[in-house]
């Protein structure tokens, strides 16, 4: 494999490993908020994909097209969820100890992952692309990369530049910044720190289910999963930078392509030399890449 390889499939790899952390960069940025369930929503993301799909699958349209209906018509459904979740639940948590909110998604995740298992059993699933994930397109030098991950890639720079365009350009944007900034003086201009804080959340679970049912397109899912999707998310974010959206697909794309470095060295050793690459940059920069939202 040559390093123009490595490096294509490292960035490949990263653009999911952004999808993953996009969310919780978010929801750090505007209430300092650690979801610790983070990875386990991406998986009930995931699994509900592949719920909808077989109960939905008479009145989807044939072929490739209908694991992208199915989370289209997740994202409304996630958006939902994130805003009753962060009003009736997460609110509660909030303040200068992190340690209920800690706690509370702490639950969280474990019960996802139960519930998980007791509907679907530890069995890992995937979702059916008819040959999407296998299919690769030829690019110049002889490289090849598959679809799928390069639809991912775009995706996730597509939201990343959505989610900071957002954050730095619009009133809800605004609203998000101030709150964050100071949430009392915030509050005695007339904004509802409780209700932004619930848009934010919603606003957050939209990538976190385009996480979870690509996840499921490119490789199977099961409900043990979540942490380990988790320590992708939170060493993509720490690496980037806590609260800046283009530091988290910096990180992110660092984070793939360290990977596949690791496993060109060692098969066995992938993995882990991406966590030694986290710990080492946090040692030389413990800020991260970007540490503060770019406007």
Do not use: C
Request: no cysteine; proline share 5%; glycine share 12%.
């Amino acid at each position: 494999m040559s390093l123009l390889e490595i490096l294509l499939q490292g960035l490949l790899l990263g653009g999911l490993y952004a999808l993953f952390a996009l969310g919780q960069s978010l929801l750090f940025g505007v209430m300092r908020l650690t979801n610790t369930a983070q990875g386990d929503f991406i998986v009930l993301a995931a699994f509900a994909a592949i719920a909808g799909l077989a109960a939905l699958g008479p009145l989807l349209p044939a072929g490739r097209a209908a694991p992208f209906v199915v989370g289209a018509l997740l994202l409304p459904i996630s958006f939902g969820f994130g805003y009753a979740l962060q009003r009736w639940v997460l609110n509660g948590t909030l303040g200068r100890d992190p340690l209920p909110s800690l706690v509370v998604t702490f639950g969280l995740s474990i019960v996802i992952q139960n519930l998980l298992l007791e509907v679907f059993s530890a069995d890992p699933r995937s979702i059916e692309t008819e040959g999407l994930n296998t299919a690769s397109v030829a690019l110049p030098g002889g490289l090849a990369a598959g679809v799928l991950p390069v639809g991912i890639f775009a995706v996730a720079v597509a939201a990343t530049a959505v989610l900071q365009w957002l954050f730095a350009r619009t009133a809800v944007g605004r609203s998000f910044r101030a709150v964050s900034d100071d949430k009392e003086i915030a509050e005695l201009m007339g904004l509802d720190a409780r209700k932004v804080y619930a848009l934010a959340t919603a606003i957050a679970f939209v990538p976190i289910a385009v996480a979870g049912v690509l996840q499921a397109m490119r490789t199977t899912v099961s409900p043990a999963d979540g942490p380990v999707l988790l320590l992708f998310a939170f060493e993509a974010v720490i690496m980037g930078g806590m609260g800046s959206f283009w530091g988290t697909l910096a990180g992110a794309l660092l984070l793939g392509v360290t990977q596949q470095i690791g496993f060109r060295l060692d098969p066995g050793w992938g993995i882990w030399f991406g966590h030694i690459v986290f710990l080492a940059l946090l040692v030389v920069r413990p800020q991260g890449l970007f540490p503060k939202t770019r406007s």
